[in-house]
């Protein structure tokens, strides 16, 4: 079992930027694929960015030169970087493990998640 839990949210203003966090407890990151999705009011869940155990990395076209995903095996904790914030990039964002093999964009690869953390990007 692995307990996700994200932070690093907040307000911020568009253009700006933020870091959001993700630790995992409960086992460690080996052989785990991680990834970051976000929910933004009235749209559906959307894959932003992955990465996999070995490090390969896989972003949404929105976010990529914009956004980065890295991770720190040994704090077993996993960031999201994100420059030049747009409005309509305020949403819910939610990190998420599975064991694919490779940076999995589907939701149904993934079998943890956490409960989020609140973006909010104001004008």
């Known amino acids: 079992q692995v307990h996700l839990v994200e932070s690093g949210g907040g307000l911020v203003q568009a253009g700006d930027s933020l870091r959001l966090s993700c630790a995992a407890s409960?086992?460690?990151?080996?052989?785990?694929?991680m990834g970051w999705f976000r929910q933004a009011p009235g749209k559906e869940h959307e894959f932003v960015a992955a990465?996999?155990?070995?490090?390969?990395?896989h972003y949404a076209d929105f976010v990529k030169d914009r956004f980065t995903i890295s991770k720190d095996n040994a704090k077993n904790t996993m960031y999201l970087q994100m420059n030049t914030l747009k409005l309509e990039e305020t949403a819910i964002y939610r990190c998420?493990?599975?064991?694919?093999?490779?940076?999995?964009?589907?939701?149904?690869?993934?079998?943890?998640w956490g409960r989020g953390t609140q973006v909010t990007v104001s004008s």
């Open positions: 990465i996999s155990w070995s490090g390969s990395t």
């Open positions: 409960g086992r460690s990151f080996s052989g785990l694929s």
């Open positions: 998420a493990a599975g064991v694919a093999p490779a940076p999995a964009t589907m939701e149904a690869l993934y079998e943890y």
